[in-house]
């Protein structure tokens, strides 16, 4: 049975920052991308970053570029998203997914996901 489990969010003022972690069982890790993504009640979700299966590379949407940061500890089985600079826009649930290949920022490539951790930014 394949779990992943996102950890690390809260309510947090502007500016401040947050370190999101997602622990995973059930597969071997150092063979997927990891991906993280973003979803708001009403609106588009959003692909955050991802990060290819070997650590290697990784991959940031525009809106998170040079605040956030991708990492993974293959040891721990678990891929890590630094949150800096937080501003109310990045308030949603955050959702971290696995695919067997290349790191992509859409969803529907991924099809392993976990339940989700919420992040609210205060102004």
């Known amino acids: 049975l394949v779990r992943m489990v996102e950890s690390g969010g809260g309510l947090v003022q502007a500016g401040e920052s947050l370190k999101l972690s997602c622990t995973v069982s059930?597969?071997?890790?150092?063979?997927?991308?990891m991906g993280w993504f973003r979803q708001v009640p009403g609106k588009e979700g959003e692909g955050v970053s991802c990060i290819t299966s070997s650590g290697g590379s990784t991959y940031y949407a525009d809106s998170v570029k040079g605040r956030f940061t991708v990492s993974q500890d293959n040891a721990k089985n678990t891929v890590y998203l630094q949150m800096t600079t937080l501003n109310p826009e990045d308030t949603a649930m955050y959702y971290c997914a696995a695919r067997s290949g290349t790191c992509y920022l859409a969803s529907s490539w991924y099809n392993i996901w976990g339940q989700g951790t919420q992040v609210t930014v205060s102004s």
């Open positions: 059930g597969l071997t890790f150092g063979n997927y991308a």
